[in-house]
C-alpha cells in the first residue's frame, strides 16, 4: 500500500530565503504527483503537478522536483514571503490506484 | 469560472442527527471524491465515484453514504452511525480517468461540529 510521508512537519523561516520541503513515498510506480496548499480552515490550492515522465515543474518562485526510482519529491521555494505561510501537502496516484494518497503536510511559517 | 462549490461552510449536527453536505461542480469532470481531514493527520479518502449512479468506498465509508444521480453533484450524508463526525470535510473533482491525469480540483471545505 503506498504510504506518503513529508518532512519537516513544520518549518519556520525568515523573509526572503529559499527553502526545500520534502516528499516521500514507497511505491515508485506513480502515475503523477501533486503539490497543494491549504490556509489555515480552506479548502486545498494546487500548486503544480508533475507527471511520471517529468522531471520537474515551474510555477513562479516554485519550483518541483521528481525522482520516481528514489521514491522522493521536492519543492522549492525562492525568497519566501510571509504570504507563503500555509500547510503544503504533496499526493500521489500510482499506476494501480484510482485515488490520490496524500502525505500529512508540512507546515510553514514565513516571519517578516 | 468553473470550480466546486462546497455548502454549507459550517454545519452542526446534534447527536443522532444526519446531516448531508453539499458538493457541486461544473468543470465537466467526470470523478469526485470526498475526503476527512482530522487535526494533524491527512487527509482520509471516505467515498469517490467515477462515473454517474457508481460509486465505491474509500479508506473511512462506515457512517456515511453518497449519491451520484448528476455529474455535477456529489452529496455526501453524515448518519447516526458515525460516532465521531467532527472534522473538516473536502470535495475533490478530477477528469481524465484513471490516474487523475490533470489532477484534483478541490473546493473550500465544510466543518462539520456535533453539539
Known amino acids: 500500500k503506498q504510504e506518503v510521508t513529508q518532512i519537516p512537519a513544520a518549518l519556520s523561516v525568515p523573509e526572503g530565503e529559499n527553502l526545500v520541503l520534502n516528499c516521500s513515498f514507497t511505491?515508485?510506480?506513480?502515475?503523477?504527483l501533486q503539490w497543494f496548499r491549504q490556509d489555515p480552515g480552506k479548502g486545498l490550492t494546487s500548486l503544480l503537478l508533475?507527471?511520471?515522465?517529468?522531471r520537474e515543474q515551474t510555477s513562479g518562485r516554485l519550483n518541483a522536483s521528481l525522482d520516481k526510482s528514489s521514491g522522493r519529491s521536492t519543492l522549492y521555494i525562492a525568497a519566501s514571503q510571509p504570504g507563503d505561510s500555509a500547510t503544503y501537502l504533496c499526493?500521489?496516484?500510482?499506476?494501480?490506484?484510482?485515488?490520490?494518497?496524500f502525505g500529512p503536510g508540512t507546515r510553514l511559517s514565513v516571519l517578516p | 469560472d468553473g470550480g466546486i462549490t462546497q455548502s454549507p461552510k459550517y454545519l452542526f449536527r446534534k447527536e443522532g442527527q444526519n446531516v448531508t453536505l453539499s458538493c457541486e461542480q461544473n468543470?465537466?469532470?467526470?470523478?469526485m471524491y470526498w475526503y476527512r481531514q482530522d487535526p494533524g493527520q491527512g487527509l482520509r479518502l471516505i467515498y469517490y465515484?467515477?462515473?454517474?449512479?457508481?460509486?465505491q468506498k474509500g479508506d473511512i465509508a462506515e457512517g456515511y453514504s453518497v449519491s451520484r444521480e448528476k455529474k455535477e453533484s456529489f452529496p455526501l450524508t453524515v448518519t447516526s452511525a458515525q460516532k465521531n463526525p467532527t472534522a473538516f470535510y473536502l470535495c475533490?473533482?478530477?477528469?481524465?480517468?484513471?490516474?487523475?491525469?490533470?489532477?484534483?480540483?478541490f473546493g473550500s471545505g465544510t466543518r462539520l461540529t456535533v453539539v
Open positions: 475533490a473533482s478530477s477528469n481524465g480517468g484513471q490516474g487523475s491525469y490533470y489532477g484534483y480540483t
Open positions: 511505491d515508485s510506480a506513480i502515475y503523477n
Open positions: 508533475i507527471q511520471s515522465s517529468q
Open positions: 499526493a500521489v496516484i500510482d499506476n494501480y490506484g484510482q485515488n490520490f494518497v
Open positions: 468543470l465537466n469532470h467526470d470523478a
Open positions: 465515484s467515477q462515473i454517474v449512479n457508481d460509486f
